[in-house]
């Protein structure tokens, strides 16, 4: 009784563990499953972000600020017109607060995503980090546009999920930069940044 006792005991150790070494397995397939679906789903992003016309405008646009150190408004409001004899260069691109809407409503909605775990933050980074960095350190942006909005439409809500983002972003960057000064530092660089 006392063999068959502890070969009941070992069977039943062995099952417990095979149980619990599937239900590993299962999860950790699972994982993977996910992160990959969740890298789609900024791959997916990323496609339609780079296939409109009116972002690689604003992005340029935005870049040729930052280029120039001298940041402007480079859309039109919808009730603001042109002059008619094309004197006026306000609004270079033709851009509209819709298109930058447009290309802002990317942020917020990657910005949503991450806050409800659904995508990783390292693949928001790797792909658009640049790009919600200097969206959001566009001061005409911030100013002009998603304050306006907030104070017009007393909604201090608009844009919060890109204003989160890029509040990580930002402090990723820097937390970055300062682990490569760091780095140089320990070898001995004497380059500064």
Partial sequence: MNAVGSSAEWLN????????????????????????????????????FFTRNECRKIIRAIEKDFEEKHHRKFWKLLFEKPSCD???????????????????????????LLRRKVIYFEDVYDLFGYYIE?????????????ERLRRDNQSPEIYE?????????????????????????????????
């Fill in 134 to 146: 200097n969206a959001w350190r566009h001061k005409h942006i911030q100013q002009d546009h998603i």
């Fill in 161 to 193: 999920q890109f204003q989160y983002l890029a509040g990580l972003v930002i402090a990723y960057s820097e937390k970055r930069k300062l682990r490569e000064v760091g780095n140089l530092a320990r070898r001995g660089d004497q380059r500064t940044y």
């Fill in 13 to 48: 150790a062995i099952a417990t563990f095979l149980a619990a070494l599937v239900a590993f397995l299962g999860w950790r397939v699972q994982q993977s499953i996910s992160r990959r679906e969740a890298r789609r789903i900024v791959l997916d992003v990323y496609e339609m």
């Fill in 86 to 112: 094309g004197s006026d260069k306000t609004f270079p691109h033709e851009l509209d607060e819709i298109d930058l809407d447009e290309y802002l409503g990317y942020f917020e909605l990657l910005g949503s």
